[in-house]
């Protein structure tokens, strides 16, 4: 796969030239918490992980695309697949968009929608799954715009800022929406 084109929006494979927005990204403390991160990356492990991002989902058990607003044009966000699960027929799904002018704009959306059918035509999962911490009411708008149901909470799932958070957990189920 190299691109998927949406309406506004473009997914693609990461490619070496990702790895400063990747670095930014990864080094970001305020996104840790979703990530499970606890110490920064440095820029040669970030390009050890580049040069092998090449490798099938069906192995690694994931898929990072790159958000762009058009093939050419600078990196606005991720979105990643991950937890895959092929006997199960489920896959985990994330997103980011990163740059400040570019949010709200209805990108990730966008890419969350794009995304989705190609993990049911392409990966033929019967569900994709996210977690979302309690106060994180964009996510959670995003999701269930998208079709996604909340279908569970995990207490106390998350620890970040000295305290502990609730993680909803969202599913959509293949044939629910697409």
């Not at 506004?8 to 490619?15: D, K, T, V």
């Not at 607003?69 to 990196?75: G, I, L, P």
């Not at 994180?136 to 106390?156: H, P, T, V, Y």
């Amino acid at each position: 796969m190299t691109t998927l084109k949406g309406e506004n929006i473009f997914l693609r494979a990461l490619e070496l030239s990702d790895l400063d927005f990747l670095y930014n990204l990864e080094n970001d403390e305020s996104l840790w918490e979703v990530s499970n991160t606890i110490t920064p990356y440095s820029k040669y492990i970030l390009n050890q992980y580049l040069e092998n991002s090449h490798r099938d989902i069906y192995d690694v058990k994931q898929l990072r695309l790159v958000i762009c607003k058009s093939e050419n044009a600078a990196v606005i966000g991720f979105i990643d697949l991950f937890d895959f699960d092929p006997k199960h027929s489920r896959v985990g799904v994330g997103i980011v968009i990163f740059s400040e002018g570019e949010k709200r704009k209805g990108y990730a959306s966008e890419a969350l929608k794009m995304i989705c059918e190609y993990a049911f035509k392409h990966l033929n999962v019967h569900q994709i799954f996210a977690g979302i911490t309690e106060e994180n009411e964009g996510s959670i708008k995003l999701f269930e715009k998208a079709g996604f149901k909340k279908s569970g909470i995990k207490k106390d799932w998350i620890f970040s800022e000295g305290k502990y958070k609730d993680e909803y957990f969202y599913q959509i189920i293949h044939n629910s929406q697409f």
